[in-house]
């Protein structure tokens, strides 16, 4: 990646450390569910952007939150909110995208990355 990365963010190889160092870091995905239907990260909370707001109670505050999306720009902005309202939260750079193409894990068994080209942004 040619640009500099934000300061929340974190790359594939970073993630799949810290969740290897941590069970108990949560990992946040913000995708829609057409797109979470495809494929996943395993062990993955699933509360879409929109919903994140209300939801955010479901995640426990006092444990590191990974967030991830397909490329990284919703997961930002999530992480950038719960950083904001006092979460340890990081996004995922490049999102699931790059995840798979680390070769991290996606369940089901033959899950894939969804196309955006569904609608969603």
Avoid: K
């Avoid at 996606?106 to 609608?119: A, K, Y």
């Amino acid at each position: 990646m040619s640009e500099e990365q934000h300061p929340l963010e974190i790359d594939a190889a970073q993630a799949q450390r810290r969740l290897a160092a941590s069970a108990a870091t949560q990992l946040l995905d913000v995708r829609e569910q057409y797109e979470r239907d495809g494929g996943y990260i395993p062990g993955s909370l699933h509360i879409p952007l929109g919903e994140l707001p209300a939801r955010a109670g479901e995640l426990d505050p006092e444990a590191p939150v990974i967030v991830y999306c397909r490329v990284g720009s919703r997961s930002l902005m999530a992480a950038q909110a719960l950083d904001a309202a006092g979460f340890q939260a990081t996004s995922l750079a490049g999102g699931i995208v790059d995840w798979a193409a680390a070769g991290g894990t996606l369940e089901p068994e033959n899950g894939f990355v969804v196309d955006m080209e569904r609608g969603a942004a």
